[in-house]
């Protein structure tokens, strides 16, 4: 897996003081995506899961880590995602996790397939849909469009259906 960018510190990217993995490659290819380069599966450089778990050990004001893109949670980026989300709560056990994604949690509880399902269960939040440049609503907090919808995940999978995160 590749790449696009590793903020250390950001509060634009979901709540608190977090880090931000942006990963490469995206199928949806969004009209107005605002990381158009990293729609491209080669852009980047190679992730070096231990120097990013390392900065993130170093940082006592984080409070969680944000994964975007390009998109984590298509089929060519999920399992080193997902690991990487699983050693990140190795070493920071109370960090909450952000996943941003263009495929809605309907689309992906749908795939019904295990590294889907397992990486859903290690997602507290997930900001959920493509951006839509006809909805692109600047006054929206940590989302572009207007469709996308912040979810809490973990509370929406007990209790089978889809309860929004309150910000």
Known sequence: ???AGFYDES?????GWRAVLFVSG???HCPGCHNQEAQDFNYGKEFNEQEILDKIKENSILKGITISGGEPLCKENIN????FIQDVKAIRPNFNVWCY????????LSR?????NKCLKDIDI???GEFIQDKKDPTLKFRGSS???ILDVKNSLKAHQFIEYKI
């Open 1 to 3: 897996m590749k790449i």
């Open 147 to 149: 469709n996308q919808r």
């Open 101 to 108: 994604s263009g495929y809605t949690l309907d689309e992906l």
């Open 80 to 83: 080193e995602v997902h690991k």
């Open 11 to 15: 509060i634009s990217n979901g709540e």
């Open 126 to 128: 997930l900001v959920d």
């Open 26 to 28: 995206c199928p949806h």
């Open 112 to 116: 019904n397939d295990e590294a889907t």
